[in-house]
């Protein structure tokens, strides 16, 4: 029984790179949510995909923030251009959609980015 | 605005008893769901229960119950019969049925230390 996996677990980069994580959903799940989590926060809503197509994105998604899930599959989530204020814990979870199910969200165990 | 507030950063048991992590909502839909998350200090955020807006009864899944008091718009989860291990952050999250994305709107956690 394979759960949400991600990676890396950790990150730690200088201010202005790149970097892009990776978040496997439960296998027979279409939707994908990320999230972002910072100290002492409740996780808070980035983007969501049914299948491969990207259907919401928060504001809390700027211009440098990219997320893909081209198979329907896995999905990324890039960051462009890093900011310090983009330290944060990157919580990636997934739902089977069956009509007014209760949709439950199963997380991953995230990936701490820490941006020096 | 949905909003879920949780009053309580911190609250300590002893091993063995139970105890009620509070959980407050607003919403003005009529279709929602609730749910409780566990986060150990590994960072995963682990399902506990939830309970639909039109569940009658409250919600059990093992020692774990919710106090569903719909007028008064509170989800307050009762741990009984407390173990070490349930030491953890827990959040409470509403997710509103008309939104079709189903994302989840969390609290800002309570931390239990249970004490041995």
């Known amino acids: 029984d394979t759960g949400v996996s991600q990676d890396p677990r950790h990150k730690i980069t200088k201010r202005g790179q790149n970097v892009t994580f990776r978040c496997d959903p439960i296998?027979?799940?279409?939707?994908l949510y990320w999230y972002r989590q910072t100290l002492g926060q409740g996780p808070e809503f980035l983007t969501y995909?049914?299948?491969?197509?990207?259907?919401?994105k928060s504001r809390l998604l700027s211009d440098r923030f990219s997320a893909e899930r081209p198979k329907g599959s896995f999905s990324t989530l890039e960051i462009q251009r890093t900011e310090q204020g983009d330290s944060a814990m990157y919580l990636c979870a997934s739902s089977l959609a069956t009509g007014v199910a209760k949709n439950i969200q199963y997380f991953g165990a995230g990936t701490r980015l820490s941006v020096l | 605005a949905q909003k879920i507030t949780q009053t309580q950063p911190g609250m300590f048991v002893q091993e063995k008893e139970a105890v009620t992590l509070d959980c407050t909502y607003d919403t003005s839909d009529q279709s929602y769901g609730l749910f409780w998350y566990k986060q150990p200090s590994s960072g995963e955020m682990i399902f506990l229960i939830y309970?639909?807006?039109?569940?009658?009864q409250n919600a059990t899944e093992g020692r774990y119950s919710l106090n569903f008091q719909k007028a008064r718009k509170s989800a307050n989860l009762v741990i009984s019969a407390s173990q070490l291990g349930d030491s953890a952050m827990y959040f409470c999250?509403?997710?509103?049925?008309?939104?079709?994305?189903?994302?989840?709107?969390f609290g800002s956690g309570t931390r239990l230390l249970v004490r041995p």
């Open positions: 999250a509403m997710r509103e049925g008309q939104d079709s994305s189903y994302k989840l709107i």
């Open positions: 296998s027979e799940h279409n939707r």
């Open positions: 309970q639909g807006s039109y569940d009658e």
């Open positions: 995909f049914q299948n491969e197509a990207q259907l919401e």
